[in-house]
Structures are given as C-alpha cells and as structure tokens.
C-alpha cells in the first residue's frame, strides 16, 4: 500500500494525501460454520510474512502457538460448548486476529507518529519502524491483539496482507483456505455474502445466527458468521459489544495537547501502564 | 472413488463414517461445504469421536470403535422394515432376485463351509442357483425363500435399532436420526454420498465395513448417479496410483490377479482368471482378462514374449501363499527373508506392533531405505532413550540410505482419489546427491542385470529379457515410462469384423483399452490406463476446467481410469427399460435411441441399449451389483459383526456366549501373535489412532511450519475417564497395551463421550499418530508401540482403529 492510500495516521495533524480516487473499502469474511480448524490460515500467514512461532508444548489444547504472538498474527481458537443439560456437543473453532476496525482504538491510542495507519481501503496497518513499543495499541484494543515482541519491542499484529491487496491479491490465509471458510473483497459484498450465510444457517436451525460487525468500532473489515449471533463470547471470548475504552478518547481528547507542548509524558506513562496491564477479565467459555 | 472429488456437490446428503474428512482431506472437503451451500445438502457424522468433520455438521453421532457393521447393518434392517428402499433399482440393477443354492446357510455366527482349524470357508454353498444353461436363477417376486432379498431381510432382521445400541453405544434416537437422514435419499430424486477413509479399512473386518455401506447405496439406488457412489478418500497424493500400478504381491498392474502355484499352466491361469457369463446377453468385461495380461507381458518382455512361450509366463513369479507386508515382517521374523530394500516406506513408525517390527529388522543381513527424509526406520538401529530403547551393538543389521528427490522435485503423475491421474511437473532440483527414484531403481537394475549377463544364474531370464528401451538405460525419463504404461500397436490392430480395417497402425500410442489383442499384436503396461498417453499426446498433462453440464465431470482435465469416465457404473444413473435419468436434474448419460451418450464416458458399450437387457454392473458376469457378495469376500457373502480382536465386551452381542465368532473367524492370526492380544480386564479401554490435520503421516514432523502449529504428541480422552483417573487436562499420561506403552500429555476433552454398550460403560482413548524420534518437532512415541499384529482378512489392512489399552498419570 503507498502512501498516497493512507487515511489516517497515529498522533498527527497532517492533513492525510486526497487526491486518489477514494479506494472502495475490503473486508474479510470469516464463515464460522464452514471453519474445520485446519490451520492452513495458520501456516499461509506464516509463510507469506515469513514468521516463525516457537515450536511449542502439547498443554492440552489444540490451539497452537496457544495465543497471538509478534511471530503469529492469527490462530485459531478452539471451544468446546455443550448448553443446557441435553444440549449436544459444539466445537466452535474461530480464527482470532486483528479485525480491521472502521474506528481502530489501536490508532487512536497510539503516540508515536505514523506508526499505526488506516488507509482509505480499511486496512489498519502497524508502520513498524515507526513504532516505540508502548504498547498503548494493546490498551486501545477492544480484542486483544496487538502484541509487543520481546526481539525488536515493536508491536505486530496482522496487515490484512496489505502488500499483497495492494496488488490485487487476497490475503494469504483466504488464498489458503481450502473450504471456503474465509472470504475476501468489497466489503459491501462481504456483507451481503454474510447475510446469505445467515439465512442459510437459519434455514439449518440456527435461529440466533447473525454477521458480527460490531457497531462500536464503526464495524470491521474483518467479520464473522457466528451460529449463535446472540453469544459472540462462546467463541473463544469474542466481545459482544466492542468499544474502545473510554480513556483513549480521553488522551485523544483532553491530554494529546499536552504532549504537543512536550509535558506530561511521564504521568502518561504511568496512567497507560494501568490501562495496559489493568484488571484482567476471566474469558467465558471452556478451552479445547 | 466410484464418482471423484468434485461430484460431491452434486449429493443431497453427505454420510462422513469411517473416515474424518474435513480431518484428513481439507482440500477435497471443500465440495461437502460446497454442496451444504448450494445445494442445501446435510452433512452427517458417525464416529467415535466429535471430529473436525462433525464440527461442520447437521447432524453427530457417535459409535464404539469396531462397530461400524452393527450400525451399518441397522442401517439395513432400518431401510427394509420401513420401505426406504429404491425398488425398480434394486429388481432391476442388483441380485436382490437371484436365487442362491440351498445349502448355503448362516447359523451361529457363521457362514456354511467354516474350517476351524484353516480360520477359513469353503465357499461352494455361496453360490448362486445355476439352470442347465449354467446362468443364475431368479424369481422376479421375490418371494422365494433362497432369493438374496429374501435372504439379506432375514439376516439383518437381527440388527435392530436396540441391538445397535447395545453393541455400538449409539442412543437409538441418534442412530434412528441418522437411518432416517440416509433413507431420504431412496427416492430417485435424492442421492447420498459416503465419504470414509481408513476409519473403515484398519479393521479386522475392514472390507466388510465398505460392503455393508456399498449395499446400503445399492438399496438406495444411489450407485452410478451423480452425487452418490461409495467414496473412498485415498491416504495420499499417489496412493491410487500405487494401487493400480500393482503394489500388492497378489496383484499385476490394473488389478490383474498375479499367478499361484496352483497355476501350473498358462491355460489354468487364464481359464481361472476368466469368468463365465452368469446371466445371458451382459457384457461380462473380465472376459477380456488375456487381452489384459498379456499386453502387460508384451508391455514387459518385447519380441522375448510369444505365443510359443505362452507370452513368458513361466516367468512370472508364482505365489506360493501370502506375501503382503504383515507376512513379510514375519517372515523376517522368523529368518526367512534377510534383505529388504525400502522404498518411500517408515515401517517401524507404520506397521503395528512396533516391538516385533523393529526386533525383525535388527535380523536382516541390510536394509536400504530410499526416501527423501531421515525415517525412523533408518535409525531404528539407534538408542532413543525410552523412544527407541534398543542396543546398538547388537544389531548387525547394516543400513544403506539412498536419499532420494521428493515429489516437488521430479515430474510424473498422481492419481487421485476420484481415478484421475495428473500430470505434475518439476518445481526444483533434488538437493545434494539425491535422486530420483527411477534413476536408483534404474540403476540397481542394470547392474543386477550385468551381472547375470557376466555370471550367468540358475533363471537369468526374467532379468535379462526385460525390456528396458529407454534413451537413458540408468535415467528413464516419467514421460517414457507412462507412453509404455499407456501401451502402443507393435502391429497394425485391425477391426476383429472387417480384418481389412486398420485401427491402429503399428507404433502408434493405443486409443484405449479396447484395442488390446491377446494375440502379441499390443503393448500395455496398465490396462486401465491405456488412453492416458495416446497419440493425441500425454493426456493426463490436460488443464481444461470447462464443464458444460455444471455436473463438474470436466473430462478434459486429465484423464480418469477407466476410458476417462468420471463416475463409474453410470448405466445405473437411468432407469432400466427407458434409458432415461433417475432425475431429469440429475443428468448422465441417456439412451438417444442409437447410443448412450451424455456428459461422462458411457460405462457400457453404447450401442448396448435398455432392450438388450445388459446389466449396468459391466465387471461381474451377471451385469448387475452384488448385495450378496457370492464367494468374493472371505469372511461371508452378507457383512457380519464382529468385534476388535481386542474387544471391550469380551463377546459379541450378537452372538452372546460363542467364543469362536467373537472377533472375524476368517482373520489370520499368526501363532506368534496369538498371545500378544489384551483382555479387557487388563486394558479396559477401547483405543483408536488417528490423523491429525496439522500433519501427514510421519512426514511433517521433519517441517517447521506444521510442528509449529501441533507441536508434540497426546492422546484423547473424555472427561469422565479423566475424573475417574485423575487426570488433568494437559498432564502426561502413560497409555499401555498388551505390546507396549507410550507416554504423552493428556487432551481431556468433551469430544470423547462414555458409551453405554447394554449397560456396559465403554470409554475410548484416542491416539493421534504422528510423532517420533527424528524430526523438528518434539520427539514422542511411536503409537504403533501399542497396535495389534491382526489385519483385515481380505486385504491384510492392519487393525489400528480398534484395540484395548489402559491409562494411568506418567
């Protein structure tokens, strides 16, 4: 992606570049019900962005690498749900990674300059060399994704494989995934090719079946089709409502003058640290 | 495959059993999601464990390990008692109206002609009633006693919906869900697919499981019909192939039955290979079978075969009994064969029994293994630790390692699951000094042969007259090779009815297989693939995707055995008397009055129309499919259930209080293997192996990106073993058999669910299978530490699927 295709940068009043016809926006669509957990998403997108994971341990899960990581933009996150006394078995298996929010909280946290952009297609994007491993975008995330690595203290997380949507080319996991399961293009298509699954999944007695695009973060231009529309934390903890935390628009509001007369930084520091390494919350759901 | 990958989005309803599809073939399983979407198929799954494949599904079910024939057969008596059978298909396509011999009986869990002391049948009494033409006898009511239908109706009117709850542990409400979905489809309109792999073969009674199924699709009618068939989803890129090219010591390529030592004389060999028309006016194909074999002996040995040497078939190895691999171990074993050269093959991390494997190999004189990654089987010489606990200096066995380019790296074929044979081309050059395994084979031949040459030999013919016309004698190109599979006229073919006719000059590439002459007059190395590299060029080589019908037969990609057809038997996708589609939206081929024709390869002669009154099942003599298999299988002509030689019940529910039909009565056990199997006392808990998708084989633990995702060994087990075991979630456990233990971490999971067998509580264990000791991922056990030495009695398919173990925290 050029320059010329940004559309937002982190902490920086510099008009972003106009004059190239407005980019239609993506989206990636995640099919839940046609997911079979293969990880070839997995190893595509560690190939593509040439990353390797650590060869792990067996902890009694079938998520491996067990979370997102510098070296794992994307892993599947598998849950084992069974409601009610005589409910049958669930095995909902879902592709965790950066959901491209149409409000990116990561953006909006971030400062230092240009490290974080969104160009005009949705794509949110981590300007690596520009980045000073804060780790605020961890805070300014409303799914947990962003991840500081402990080689070069940057923060990575998934492109939506931005150099090769640039060139016309999907992702490397959709380009992989061998059942259909992941979708890419117009993010206007993806929403109609959503809606169809949800009526297909109606159909097949899945009454709550919804497209996840949450509305908190303006949408996404990554998006699920979920059974259970009304249970978005049965998959692996997946927010039901997603917001960015109200102290972000705090910093962007009240406090980001402070840093442009060069004061303050250090409370900052302090105040993020606890928005950062905050009260953690339990995940619903069981692991497997 | 009788239909392939693609025409799976033609079916309305997908059976998933014996196999974990979305497991095992992620690829091709994108037709099951394709046929769910657009087609509104449902997708069922019958498996002991909640798999992958289940977790897409309409509809689960679960089974005890080993029961498949239980539930299948009920499946059976589900489709006779309520009617949800295809009836104009089955009078008209089966043998449900033939009438067998009298003497033919099932009593006590055992066919008529049972041998104790062989374990096996004298099957003269499976045999159909013959008139004094010699052609079967039918009574087209079917109403007579002896016909198969009413035979089957008796036989499985045993197989009650309680019955298979007792026995597999389905809730009868979820084995009845499961009879119904699959009896949907005996209407004409709809049609199901069964996807299984070796969750059916790695059994004892594996060739059984398959029939069983096959006769469900026949009595539904969905055999020969897009979207139906039964599919079986090949292990591995080329293990179609490897099949059809002969790698079983009892066949020749295309599955000719190679000689025994009972085949004195050519003649016997070919009378007893050649059958009789059962039924007048059908095509009886194998009547070919010399045309066939003996264009594979020109194929082989040139000028050197002729009508005067009977084709060189003094040449052939005889068999003089079983020589598959389980028998070969033994043989081993017992110090009977002292060499082995193995090639692409990990046999310790492989065969059952990894002790007696491994304790064989240390009695050969070599060992050459050929493969492209460091094996197990090469090292199995080495000390690793617990892994591999031998003593290197008392094994003598010297090792030669022959590394050799992998598939990426030399061009040839793959034959898939669905027959079609493709072309694929080089992507890089082998590293170091690996190659190709033509080239080593090629090389191992030509000196062996110099060396008859020089020394002479007790029978150097065999060597020496081999045909060996390759540019490169010691690098045959894959080009040549598959234009000699292919086969070519040595002579001008003429038309057996005008002799004056030339249909294929002398040199040029065969058409097809219908050119073969059993007079010396064809080459061909593979009968059914003949037409692969005609003289329109190398046909498997083919891209064309276009597909007219939007049947997705694309007949000019590649090219399918047999003929190119696509979808075989497909005579029976019409009705019997007007040539006609079951369903007008449904086509395949249709009688234009003159000719079959349509959108595959006709599988019948086309000028063979509905009035001539040839059956649409061209390969049996009689022309129509067999729900009673005459003497074709070896424990019975109807599938019976036998449980696991290791069994959890310690009897079969069917046959209560009989120890001698408690497990296949027609398996071989070798003496020395008869004590290895456990007791249910000792090892209470049904076991199974399996893939993971994250791997292949014992492959991938040599690749980074596939150990990263599934990094190190476990096994599976349900919560309520965990909770009476106290075992936790992620813990290592010790898993052992009546053969070995292994160690690895503990997956307590809620996909395992205890069954309830007749007030039996039947927990399983599950065991992915693949690690070992070399490799980038952890090192772990070989979970054929654990496997039983016992295989299926047809095909010698080794019993992984089923057995006893017991489990304790490491």
Known sequence: MQSLDVQNRSATTTASPQVRVAKEPVAKLIDIS?????????????????????????????????????????????????????????????????????DPGCLKACPAPGAIVKYANGIVDFVSENCIGCGYCIAGCPFNVPRISKKDNKAYKCSLCSDRVAVGQAPACVKTCPTGALLFGAKDEMVARGAKRVNDLKERGHAQAALYNPQGVGGTHVMYVLQHGDRPDLYSGLPVDPKISPWVALWKGITKPLLSIGLGLAVLGAFFHYVTRGPKEEEPGGKA | MTNHWVDIKNADVILVMGGNAAEAHPCGFKWVTEAMEHRKAKLVVVDPRFTRSAAVSDFYAPLRAGSDIAFLGGVINYLLANNKVHMDYV????????????????????????????????????????????????????????????????????????????????????????????GSTATPDKVLTILYALGWTQHSHGSQNIRTMAMIQLLLGNMGRPGGGVNALRGHANVQGITDMCTFSANLPGYLVSPTDGDTTFEEYKTRRTPKPLRPNQMNFPQNFSKWHVSLMKAWYGDAATADNNFAYDWLPKRDGAHDLMDTVERIHQGKINGFIIQGFNPLAALPNKKKVGSALAKLKYMVVMDPLRTDTSEFWKNFGELNNVKPEEIQTEVIRLPTSCFAEDPGTFTNSGRVIQWHWAGAEPPGEAKSDREIIANIFTRLRAAYAKDGGKFPDPILKLTWAYSNPTHPSAEEILREINGRALKDVTDPKDPTKVLVQAGQQLPGFAMLRDDGSTACGNWIYCGVWSQAGNNSARRDTSDPSGVGNTLNWGFAWPANRRVL??????????????????????????????????????????????????????????????????????????????????????????????????????????????????????????????????????????????????????????????????????????????????????????????????????????????????????????????????????????????????
Request: hydrophobic share 35%.
């Open chain 1, 34 to 102: 046609k997911c079979i957990g293969c990880k070839a998403c997995q190893v595509a997108c560690m190939q593509w962005n040439d990353l390797r994971d650590e060869i792990g341990t067996m902890g009694g899960v079938y998520d491996n690498p067990t979370d997102l990581t510098d070296q794992s933009w994307t892993v599947m996150r598998f849950s084992e749900v069974q409601r009610g006394q005589d409910g049958r078995l669930e095995w909902l298996i879902r592709k965790d990674g950066c959901m491209h929010c149409e």
């Open chain 2, 91 to 182: 009078k008209a396509f089966t043998n449900a109206t033939f009438l067998i011999r009298e003497d033919y009986e099932f009593k006590d869990g055992l066919f008529s002609g049972y041998d104790e002391a062989k374990r096996s049948y004298d099957k003269t009494t499976w045999a159909y009633q013959l008139d004094k033409e010699g052609y079967a006898m039918v009574d087209e009511t079917m109403e007579n006693q002896n016909c198969v239908w009413q035979l089957m109706k008796k036989h499985y009117s045993r197989y009650t919906p309680e019955m298979v709850e007792k026995t597999s542990g389905t809730p009868k409400a979820d084995f009845l869900k499961v009879a119904e979905m699959i």
């Open chain 2, 569 to 810: 038997y497909n005579r029976a996708n019409s009705d019997p008397k007007t040539g006609q589609p079951w369903d007008a939206k449904r086509p395949g081929i249709r009688w234009t009055g003159s000719a079959w024709a349509g959108v595959d390869i006709p599988d019948i002669a086309p000028a063979l129309g509905p009035d001539s009154g040839a059956g649409p099942f061209i390969m049996t003599p009689e022309g129509v499919a067999r729900l009673f298999s005459l003497g074709g299988m070896a424990e019975g002509p109807f599938p019976e259930h036998y449980e696991p030689f290791e069994t959890p019940l310690g009897e079969n529910p069917f046959h209560p209080g009989k120890k001698n039909v408690v497990s296949n009565p027609a398996a071989r056990v070798f003496k020395s293997d008869m004590g290895s199997f456990g007791k249910a006392e000792e090892f209470p808990y049904a076991a199974t192996t399996y893939r993971l998708t994250e791997h292949f084989h014992f492959w991938t633990k040599n690749i980074e990106s596939n150990a990263i995702v599934q990094p190190a060994a476990f096994v599976e087990i349900g919560e309520e073993l965990a909770k009476e075991k106290g075992i936790k979630n992620g813990q290592m456990v010790k898993v052992r058999s009546n053969r070995g233990e292994i160690k690895a971490a503990a997956v307590v999971t809620k996909r395992i669910k205890m069954l309830d067998c007749g007030g039996k509580k039947v927990h399983h264990v599950g065991i992915p299978i693949h690690w070992g000791f070399v490799g980038v991922a952890r090192d772990g056990f070989l979970a054929n530490e654990l496997t039983p030495f016992v295989a299926d009695a047809n095909t010698q398919t080794p019993e992984y699927k089923a057995f006893l173990v017991n489990i304790e925290k490491a």
